[in-house]
């Protein structure tokens, strides 16, 4: 089976105990990928709503210089991959495959400057905001939300100048329509489900699916059981969310975007070990194409095309 996923906090939760990336007890070791023919995960940093201006930017590059860090020790298992290249290659010769993005644009202080830095560290990929207020925009979880500010504006345009991929999960529903009309090129939702099955701010109403899969982007499956369900969710119910999409023409968009060592799983996956387990389930309802796009095809592809 191949897996790739969008989103994991395990980096900033390695760095933060501290633990190494290869065997630890969180949702993600590499170690337990092996099980996996091929494996790519996008590791997020994820900036606190209590971090703010240039001590948001240092704590980014704290973590990301521990990250490649990780990698380089274990490069006997895993790659850090920066360009459409690398992943193609590395993809071809079976090692585990790591990139690294932002969750949250506060660690970019306000500075367009900051975009190159992190781009410097690996960075192919910003979710735009976390739940609240940041120099870009507003988040889901701000009351009365706006949309992107004037540097959130000039930010999306010079990440797809730079072929730096745009993340609207957790943006505001404003937020996410200026994206849509300034973005001139795919942008994505890493972990995010059905506003219309599990009605959390932090899901995607259909018309904003629909306009990713407009757009040419990629949706994550997020496992986070908040988002799922309320209460306890299962594999069951996550099916809801996977079928609501595929209905509205996701089958080439959809992929995974676990939220592994971020969130409180539903039950019946307890790691990165137990993926192949959804796989197979996925294969069960939707059939083997579907579960193949959703593994690994549609994320592969994409990231393939619009990194630089």
């Not at 410097?120 to 940041?134: D, F, S, Y």
């Not at 609207?168 to 942008?187: C, T």
């Not at 757009?215 to 306890?232: A, E, P, T």
């Amino acid at each position: 089976m191949n897996y790739f996923d969008l989103h994991c906090d395990t980096a900033s939760e390695c760095c933060r105990i501290p633990c190494g990336l290869r065997s630890n007890g969180l949702h993600i070791s590499l170690e337990r990928t092996k099980k996996y023919e091929r494996w790519a995960q996008i590791f997020a940093v994820w900036t606190n709503d209590s971090l703010r201006g240039e001590n948001a930017f240092r704590y980014f590059k704290k973590v990301a210089e521990f990250f490649a860090g990780e990698i380089q020790k274990n490069a006997d298992i895993a790659v850090f991959c920066r360009s459409s290249n690398e992943l193609r290659k590395n993809i071809a010769g079976k090692k585990r495959t790591a990139l690294l993005s932002i969750e949250g644009s506060a660690s970019l202080a306000g500075k367009i400057e900051h975009l190159y830095d992190a781009r410097r560290l690996g960075v192919r990929l910003i979710t735009l905001t976390w739940n609240g207020h940041c120099e870009a925009g507003d988040g889901c979880g701000v009351p009365n939300a706006g949309g992107l500010t004037p540097f959130g504006k000039e930010l999306v345009k010079e990440m797809n100048r730079t072929r730096t991929i745009v993340d609207v999960s957790h943006l505001s529903d404003k937020g996410f329509w200026d994206v849509a009309r300034i973005a001139e090129r795919p942008f994505v939702a890493t972990h995010s489900n059905s506003k219309a099955v599990c009605r959390s701010e932090r899901n995607l109403s259909d018309s904003q699916f629909r306009e990713i899969v407009r757009d040419g982007g990629l949706v994550g499956i997020n496992l986070f059981r908040d988002f799922i369900k309320d209460g306890s969710a299962t594999p069951d119910d996550l099916m809801k969310h996977i079928d609501h999409f595929l209905h509205l023409g996701g089958e080439r968009i959809l992929t995974v975007g676990s939220d592994f060592d971020g969130c409180s799983l539903m039950d019946g996956i307890n790691g990165v070990e137990d993926m192949d387990r959804l796989e197979r389930l996925i294969h069960k309802e939707f059939g083997e194409e579907t579960a193949r796009r959703i593994f690994w095809e549609n994320a592969c592809r994409f990231f393939i095309n619009e990194l630089s």
